[in-house]
């Protein structure tokens, strides 16, 4: 973070300084959980559902924090404010215009925005210093948080922007004006909230919008809604496509996928050819590799770098296609970080793919956020799963009531010869599991982040034959 004095927070923040000296200097991380505040930090107390940050002020200070960004008075020295995410955001967006160098590219779409993030970091990472967030911390909190870590030496910033609804975005590139922007996918995940998919594409459109004239919108050629973004923005277009015939500048052909599902391509790019090998699972992220790269390139990385950064990147946050093989044989694909529909296809399709000639069994919980169409959505997923590979799966658990409808949706598959299993939670799932696995197996696990069954696919990593 660029050094600020109390007086300096206070004046960008339109804040009043109290209990503080005015010259004191804030040059550590800002955060929002007082268990992470350290020496020259701020701490921004935020009153959350089950706890209020005010609570911790005085345990931040005494950690080190040099100061506490409060919405009312508290003990140490503090900078009060009347709505902490408006300045955080403010604080955000004076650091970067005190640091006009620095190139920032936004990422956003409904699924794969974490992972493409952590694998455009990867590459951005080989051309000078890069700020990109940790997990997912996307939004009007994480987004600012995130940017306050730039500093004189930072040359890019690589975020991830979320949105549960309109407006959302757009706010998020005031925060941190990105040149460049990168939309990967229009789909149903928080399409409840928005109210439909045309909602959904209205607002991670305000990206494209974003861009400046001399910036770059990368968009996903074979999603239409994306595509039809290049109308929306002043910036220069590139698109990047994994379908077979595209006139795309930034391509990946000849795609095949290794027995753990981990993907291969021609990346094709004007500049020429090069093989990439990525260590990600599932053919999804493919696309995710293709912008990663087409925004490394557009950042001036050379074709043979670009192969290399991608080859060499790895998952850098958890629960997102995690792929385990147990010393008994059994392969665990977890995948338990989060679930929409277009994610849940993406899994089973890796599911299909590695249980090859095997068994595969999926733990599904809900879906969440879905609005009106979530019965139906549920059950189309069911349906999906039980048609994979020759045979279908041999047994689809779904874990909680709300995740039911999956089974109604495989029972539609009449040629279905699996088993629909109801577990109401997590440890149930696991023992109906328990009496029908066997060696060389394959369990995918995955959910709504509000279901956390990443507890049931370690318990599954761990157990057996060990
Ligand atoms: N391009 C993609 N298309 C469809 N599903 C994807 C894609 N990329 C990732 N996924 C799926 O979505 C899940 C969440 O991925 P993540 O990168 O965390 O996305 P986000 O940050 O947008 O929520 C992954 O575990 C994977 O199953
Ligand atoms: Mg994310």
């Known amino acids: 973070m660029i050094p600020l004095s109390l007086a300096q927070i206070a004046r960008v923040t339109g804040g009043q300084l109290c209990h503080g000296d005015p010259d004191a200097v804030v040059s550590g991380e800002v955060v929002i959980d007082s268990r992470r505040a350290g020496p020259g930090g701020l701490f921004a107390a935020v009153a959350g559902e089950r706890s209020d940050g005010h609570d911790f002020a ?55 925005k974490t992972s493409t993030k952590d694998l455009a970091a990867q590459l951005v990472e080989r051309l000078g210093p890069t700020i990109a967030p940790a997990g997912s911390y996307n939004n009007e909190f994480g987004h600012p948080l995130t940017v306050l870590r730039a ?19 757009a706010y998020l590139c005031r925060v941190a004006p990105p040149r460049y922007g990168v939309v990967l996918n229009v789909g149903h995940a928080h399409a409840g909230e928005f109210g439909g998919l045309d909602q959904v594409a209205r607002a991670k459109g305000e990206l494209a919008e974003a861009l400046p004239a001399d910036g770059v919108a990368i968009l996903n050629a074979d999603d239409p809604r994306v595509l039809a973004m290049a109308g929306r923005t002043e910036a220069r277009i590139v698109t990047f496509s994994s379908a077979p ?48 790269a087409a925004l ?42 989060n679930a929409n529909p277009e994610s849940v296809r993406a899994a089973i399709d890796a599911l299909a793919h590695l249980a090859k000639g095997g068994r595969a069994f999926a733990i599904l919980g809900h879906m ?34 709300e995740a039911a409808p999956l089974l109604d949706g495989a029972r539609r598959v009449r040629s279905w010869t699996g088993e629909a299993l109801a577990a109401p939670d997590g440890a149930a799932a696991l ?11 394959v369990v995918l696990v995955k959910a709504s982040r509000a279901a956390h069954l990443e507890g049931v696919a370690a318990a599954l990593e761990g157990e057996a034959g060990q």
């Open 58 to 112: 005085a345990a931040a200070v005494a950690a080190g924090a040099t100061a506490v960004l409060a919405t009312r008075p508290v003990t140490v020295p503090s900078v009060l404010v009347a709505d902490v995410p408006a300045a955080l955001a403010a604080l955000a967006r004076s650091v970067v215009d005190a640091l006009p160098a620095v190139r920032i590219a936004g990422i956003t779409g409904s699924s794969g």
């Open 245 to 292: 015939v595209s006139d795309a500048p930034v391509r990946a052909v000849d795609i095949r996928l290794d027995d753990l599902g981990r993907p291969s391509f021609t990346l094709l790019t004007p500049e020429g050819s090069a093989p990439v090998t990525l260590r990600l699972h599932g053919a999804h992220n493919v696309p995710n590799a293709l912008a990663a």
């Open 296 to 337: 490394a390139r557009e950042l001036g990385m050379d074709l043979d770098g670009i192969a290399d950064g991608l080859g060499a990147a790895v998952a850098r946050s958890r629960w997102r296609m995690e792929v385990h093989q147990r010393p008994d044989g059994v392969t665990v694909i977890n995948d338990a970080y």
């Open 431 to 441: 023992e109906l599991l328990a009496n029908r696995l066997k060696p060389s197996d």
């Open 368 to 401: 969440a956020e879905l609005g009106g169409t979530s019965r139906a959505s549920h059950e189309d997923i069911g349906e999906y799963a039980a048609r994979i590979g020759d045979s279908g799966l041999a047994g689809l658990i779904a874990v909680g009531e």
């Open 151 to 169: 500093d004189a030496a930072t040359r890019y910033l690589v975020l991830e922007l979320s949105a549960r609804g309109i407006g959302h975005i």
